[in-house]
């Protein structure tokens, strides 16, 4: 299996958190779209052999949703068209709470969009407008009616926690009315001050505060143990699905599954080399209309291969997968990650179960430095 990302970077506006690549600028959206076409055709034989049936097509951004539904259309035929698309492959597009109407709904249904990916947040109206979301919090519970009644049966919601003087309550509240919408699968995320955003310059500027270590971790317990009471699974540290809901598409990347990323500043994997594209539309377009691809390729070597499972694999609730490690690898990787993982074994941050090591609920609070730790320096 592979899956397939299509970034879409244009957005109405810009949300003073997001470090992705993304432009106020859509005046050559269907340029855009058109030169995603023939990146397509270009890269039609970047997928492993061994790799060729696409089981998910990912729409994100930016904001996918001020496509129209032809233009999601026309790259889905294309998609269709140059590669091998699974009959039950899912088919998610990243939507803003107020992009969603019962005409663009059935249009995106109509065509072959079956999971939605909607960026809640909060439904806090302070906190809405102090991120410059352009949604309210009615927007989105209307939202979510709309692809309810539109035969949706797999939306997954964003949340943010960790705000500046929020209060465990208030994150509280979010959670009860996140919950109230009966979503299939939420995403949760920490508040993160990304270099060079707005966010960024009001902290170093002293204009806001960001919360304490202590209670956003008690803020993440209580997204644990509400979500997980509430039927959830939690299959990976941000991330919680209904039973069968897991997001496929983002398992791809914890999962060393291949995937090929079209666009300006998305990302490929195959296997043995990352690439990724320029970060910056005018150039893509540009690069694309003279037929060269306006890529970085970075081959990667078994340490880098060894280090990536780490930071991926060890996010997921199954953990890394020894043999498979010793597989891929060699016996020397899987020695040196048992060696150096004793000390968080005794400290029931990490445990071992059959074959596989994963993080404890205990060790997810130091995930970060727990994967420093396991992780080798390569000396190339």
Known sequence: MAGIYIHIPFCSSRCVYCGFYSTTHSES??????????????????????????????????????????QIQQLLLY????????????????????????????????????????????????????????????????????????GFDNISIDLIFGFPEQSLKEWEADL????????EHISAYSLTYEEDTPLDHWLKQGKIKELGEEECLKMYQLLVDKLVQNGFEHYEISNFARQGRRARHNSCYWTDVPYLGIGAAAHSYDLCTRQWNVENVEQYIESMQQGKIPATI?????????????????????????ALL???????????????AQKY????????????????LKGIFISDTIMADLMMVNSN
């Open 29 to 70: 959206k269907q340029t855009y779209v058109n030169m995603l076409l023939k990146e397509m055709e270009l890269r039609k034989n970047y997928l492993p052999k061994a790799h060729q049936s696409i089981e998910t097509i990912y729409f994100g951004g930016g904001t996918p949703s001020l496509l129209a539904p032809r």
């Open 79 to 150: 998609i269709n068209k140059v590669f091998k698309v699974a009959q039950k492959a899912e088919i998610t597009l990243e939507c803003n709470p107020d992009d969603i109407n019962c005409e663009f709904v059935k249009d995106i249904r109509q065509i072959g969009i079956n999971r939605i990916s909607m960026g809640v947040q909060t439904f806090s109206i302070e906190r809405l407008k102090f991120l410059k979301r352009r949604h309210s919090a009615q927007q989105a519970i209307e939202a979510m009616n709309v692809l309810r009644r539109n």
């Open 176 to 183: 009860d009315k996140a919950l109230q919408l009966q979503p």
């Open 298 to 322: 970075e081959q990667l070597s078994d340490i880098e291969r060894y280090n990536d499972t780490i930071t991926t694999s060890l996010r997921t609730c199954e953990g890394i997968d020894l």
């Open 326 to 340: 010793e597989s891929k690898n060699g016996s020397f990787f899987k020695e040196y990650l048992i060696k150096n």
């Open 345 to 360: 074994l005794e400290q029931n941050d990490l445990r071992i179960k059959g074959n596989h090591i994963g993080l404890t």
